[in-house]
């Protein structure tokens, strides 16, 4: 938390309505809000100084350090999910989808990088109970058996449940 040592600030990051963490140019974290261990499960102190591809999922973590590094040669405000969908791993490993807007700070030492993010669990779970209840429900009105119904579950479940 070295480059927040003003209380203004940090009451700032912390009123976000987002959560917020902030980086520095090699990822390491330096900053968390209350918002941020609450999304992660993880209390701050767990988080700073770590690696922000705590939060990636595993599958991700590798092309993660390659796009944040290409971040840093041109860091210009950005939100990340008009480019693909995006995944936050907890601490205890559920992954939820979100969404992400980095903010550099101009001229900070170690080029610190706010990173805003929203929780779309709410968004993504709807759009997937939709997705289902769409397909149960034509299974019925077709006169499928209970037994269609159940592969439909079977299939769709582990995809509302994802875990890394």
């Given amino acids: 938390m070295a480059y927040f040592p ?12 987002d959560a917020v963490i902030a980086t520095g140019s090699h990822g390491a974290i330096e900053y968390v809000n209350s918002k ?3 999304l992660t ?3 701050a102190n767990e988080l700073e100084g770590q690696s922000i591809e705590i939060l990636v999922p595993n599958s991700q973590r590798d ?3 390659r796009l944040r590094s290409r971040f840093h040669e041109n860091p210009v405000e950005r939100n990340l999910d008009v480019r693909r969908d995006l995944w936050l791993k907890q601490k205890n490993g559920v992954l939820i989808p979100v969404d992400i807007s980095l903010s550099p700070i101009p001229g900070s030492p170690d080029h610190i990088v706010i990173s805003t993010i929203r929780d779309m669990s709410s968004q993504e779970r ?3 109970e939709d997705v289902l209840l769409a397909e149960i429900g034509a299974s019925v009105a077709t006169g499928h058996d209970v ?11 582990p995809i509302l449940l994802q875990f890394d």
């Fill in 6 to 17: 003003d209380e203004s600030t940090r009451a700032a990051l912390e009123a976000a309505p």
């Fill in 36 to 38: 941020a261990e609450k």
């Fill in 41 to 43: 499960g993880y209390a």
């Fill in 63 to 65: 092309v993660h350090t």
């Fill in 126 to 128: 709807r759009t997937k």
């Fill in 147 to 157: 037994d269609s119904i159940y592969q439909i579950l079977d299939h769709s479940l």
